[in-house]
């Protein structure tokens, strides 16, 4: 076992080594596990969140223990780098990697729970939610401090990004860290592609339109196309990964026997093509 624990906390080692020997039937579920598992446990007072990575193929097991760093080891590092730049993240805490003579067998990510917030995805569905408008526009002007550090968050979905109140003004939490890519410089075209799989509501995208295009000194036009066309090929790009999913787990000889199959997977190849267009 590989356990790396935050400096000064070390005081959480034995809580976290007993927590994990519980971690299957223990804790509060958050989401439905059925990628990464997070759960929530009391320590002793202090509630923490523990993120068990979706178990690896053969391939990527070896590949996260001789070439890569593993999901857990990227969310803490990165995790520190946010903070140290002043950005919002949950308070690292520790990783663990498992691993065997063939690779990484499991890996686990802890941070603080962060209470008394709101996802992102959650302030986008409700019209109704106070603050909405400047709140969006506060998650643009997050996202061009990112850009101009060089930093693209690829997993840029609104369900990575938790909103807290704290006093008169928002604050914005990063999490799902481990896919970042760095660069010296990011060019305009790149970071309205980070855009891509925010929203495709109309409303939010002009929102951010305007909002990124004011703190970049280009047109909001400019902006709002570029961002339409990134998310209209992430649509794209998500109907295509269902067809293939959809194809992995059906049996292809039946695909050319029965009539219905070949009529259905018609009908995909047609809505993909109608979205290219």
């Known amino acids: 076992m590989k356990f790396i624990i935050a ?3 070390y005081m959480y ?17 958050i989401g439905n596990g059925s990628r990464n598992v997070i759960k929530v446990f009391n320590l002793n007072g202090i509630h923490l969140n523990f993120k068990l990575f979706k178990q690896h193929n053969i391939i990527n097991r070896h590949i996260y223990k001789f070439y890569r760093k593993s999901k857990a080891q990227r969310s803490f590092e990165y995790a520190h780098m946010l903070l140290q730049k002043s950005y919002w993240t949950p308070k690292p805490i520790a990783y663990i990697e498992n691993h065997d003579f063939i690779g990484l067998t499991s890996s686990y990510y802890i941070t603080e729970q962060l209470e008394n917030c709101w996802t992102f ?7 109704s939610f106070p603050d909405r408008e400047k709140i969006i526009k506060e998650y643009a002007s997050l996202m061009f401090r990112l850009h101009n550090d060089g930093i693209l968050f690829l997993d840029n979905s609104p369900n990575n990004f938790l909103i807290r109140k704290e006093d008169d003004s928002y604050s914005i939490y990063m999490v799902d860290l481990n896919r970042m890519s760095f660069h010296d410089s990011i060019n305009l075209d790149k970071r309205l592609a980070n855009f891509a799989r925010i929203t ?7 929102i ?3 909002q990124y295009s004011h703190l970049y000194g280009t047109s909001v036009d400019f902006c709002l196309k570029k ?6 090929r992430q649509i794209v790009r998500r109907k295509i990964k269902k067809i293939l999913k959809l194809y992995k787990y059906l049996n292809p000889k039946k695909i050319f026997s029965n009539h219905g199959y070949v009529l259905f997977y018609a009908h995909c190849i ?3 093509s109608d979205g290219l267009l």
């Open 7 to 9: 400096e000064g906390l």
């Open 13 to 29: 080692k034995d809580d976290i080594l007993s927590t994990l020997k519980i971690f299957k039937s223990g804790g509060i579920l």
């Open 121 to 127: 995805d959650h302030i986008l569905g409700d019209h």
């Open 200 to 206: 495709n509501d109309p409303q939010v995208i002009n």
């Open 208 to 210: 951010i339109a305007e």
């Open 227 to 232: 961002i339409e066309q990134h998310t209209n």
């Open 270 to 272: 047609f809505q993909i």
